[in-house]
């Protein structure tokens, strides 16, 4: 089970390759859906309306099974697969590397892009810093009052993030944790369940009478 993943932080890490007058102009973005990445190419085309090409490559998610790499017009292969390259020799995830080349009059063939694509991402991906990220899952937990001591215990011992709570007669908790540990979270919880005592049960019934009583003056 993946439960934790190599990527970049947010800040955007920049770098230039130049070769035979062409200039490559790298950017690493930290991003987490197509939609953040088509928005951030859409930008760079825009931004850098005078260049020849824009060229890009992506991975998604914890598993890095959602990838894609584009030429932009340059020969096949030569520009969004270097890059991408680099991405999956570095094990990083959840990342963009957009490359902006401005043509310097100078073919550089095949293998001269491959290599200056390529040394443009990992320029670009000097001026990053990396970070190991834990996949979560929500785990959703509804309770009596008089069980809160008992929920907050396992809460403490477990240290999930809580990313939500209503405390009432009835309450509910919503807790973050990491993927790996999230069923034996549910299960201790579910089991106390089946642990409530007599006494418990009326205080329970003692507390909800008493709220309503209060609710009705």
Known sequence: MIDEYKTIKDQVGEGLYTEKRSKFLAFAHHVTSVE????????????YYD?????????LGPERNEFRANDDGEPSSTAGKPILGQI????LTDILIVVIRY?????LGTSGLIVAYREAAI????????????????????FTYPMMNDVMRIVKEMNPRIVDQ????????????????AEQLRTRLKKLSFEV???????????????????LF
Not at 88 to 91: G, I, Q, S
Not at 124 to 142: G, K, N, W
Not at 166 to 181: A, M, P
Request: charge should be negative; aromatic fraction near 12%; proline fraction near 1%.
């Open 51 to 59: 260049a020849r090409h824009c060229c890009y490559a992506y991975m």
């Open 123 to 142: 320029e670009a991906l000097a001026h990053c810093e990396e970070e190991i990220r834990q996949v979560e899952e929500i785990v959703t937990y509804d």
């Open 88 to 91: 999956n020799k570095a094990e």
């Open 36 to 47: 953040e990445v088509k928005e951030i190419v859409a930008g760079y085309r825009k931004k």
């Open 197 to 215: 005592s007599p006494s418990e049960f009326l205080v329970y019934i003692f507390f909800s009478l008493n709220k309503s009583e209060l609710f």
């Open 103 to 107: 043509f310097g009059g100078v073919k």
């Open 166 to 181: 209503v405390f009432d007669n009835t309450c509910s908790i919503k807790l973050s944790i990491r993927k790996s540990e």
